[in-house]
Nanobody, 123 residues
Framework: QVQLVESGGGAVQAGGSLRLSCAASGGTFSRYTMGWFRQAPGKEREFVAAIGWSLYTYYADSVKGRFTISRDNAKNTVYLQMNSLKPEDTAVYYC?????????????????WGQGTQVTVSS
């Protein structure tokens, strides 16, 4: 069983930056595809970014060029650096882990989920 704990959320003004972290325990972190998803009030959960064990990365169009996903296998941690934040980025951000190399943007292929961290961007 893998446990995921997100941190780094908060409130920031538009144009600002935040870095989210997700610490994993209880599994072989380096073998998992790791993803970030978000859910805004009244909306469905949506894909943000993912990184495979080979360090291949994949992004939603809405965040491409502004967000960067990375991982540190020695620390069992995945990061999401968020720059040039917009009010529409406001959401609860979730970290997820998948045993499948094909997971990437498909939430149904993720096996484990964190509890989420709130990101609020004001205009």
């Amino acid at each position: 069983q893998v446990q995921l704990v997100e941190s780094g959320g908060g409130a920031v003004q538009a144009g600002g930056s935040l870095r989210l972290s997700c610490a994993a325990s209880g599994g072989t972190f380096s073998r998992y595809t790791m993803g970030w998803f978000r859910q805004a009030p009244g909306k469905e959960r949506e894909f943000v970014a993912a990184i495979g064990w080979s360090l291949y990365t994949y992004y939603a169009d809405s965040v491409k060029g502004r967000f960067t996903i990375s991982r540190d296998n020695a620390k069992n941690t995945v990061y999401l650096q968020m720059n040039s934040l917009k009010p529409e980025d406001t959401a609860v951000y979730y970290c997820a882990a998948s045993k499948s190399v094909r997971a990437m943007g498909d939430a149904t292929l993720y096996d484990y989920w964190g509890q989420g961290t709130q990101v609020t961007v004001s205009s």
